[in-house]
């Protein structure tokens, strides 16, 4: 009897876990993001933040990961920033982090311009492409949403305003 009890525990536990990828995809895909129908891990870099800190995915694992790729010349970077600004608010406290990866720039142009604007919400800088490279970004803003377990669950290419209602309920469930 408990053999049989603890194999309906496993088989439930295992099924509750794809209905929440399925139910965190659905979600993604009402905000107009590409869902990826695979499970793919994160691809982990190791780069450094404006603070001079060394910054990794590991790092976060087990929050909803907001992967921002940017650039401070790109005008629907520069729009969509004022809107992170203000869901990076939003989030605060919960299960979720935004990280704003600067692409191809020295970090002095990069942080006179975070400085500028008042930027709060983590930015790291990617010199030299690497974790572009390893997310495949082709044009900027590119986003990934990493879900709680480690998956690239969406993308969103282009700049968009993060700050809507929709947005945070959908990220706010998201991350509890």
Known sequence: MRKKLFTILIILTLFSGHLFADSFRDSLEKLNFQILKEDVNYFDFSLTDLNGNKVSLKDYQGKVIM?????????????????????????????????????????????????????????????????????????????????????????????????????IRVFSELSK
């Open 67 to 167: 992967l921002n790729f940017w650039a401070t010349w790109c005008p629907p970077c520069r729009e969509e920033m004022p809107s992170m600004e203000e869901m990076n608010r939003e989030m605060k406290g919960k299960n979720f982090v935004m990280l704003a990866v600067n692409v191809q720039e020295k970090e002095s142009t990069v942080k006179s311009f975070v400085d500028k604007f008042k930027y709060t919400f983590p930015v790291i800088i990617d010199e030299k492409a690497e974790a572009a490279a390893r997310y495949q970004i082709r044009s900027i803003p590119t986003t990934y949403i990493i879900d709680t377990k480690g998956k690239i669950a969406g993308a969103y290419i282009g700049g968009r305003d993060w700050n809507t209602a929709e947005v």
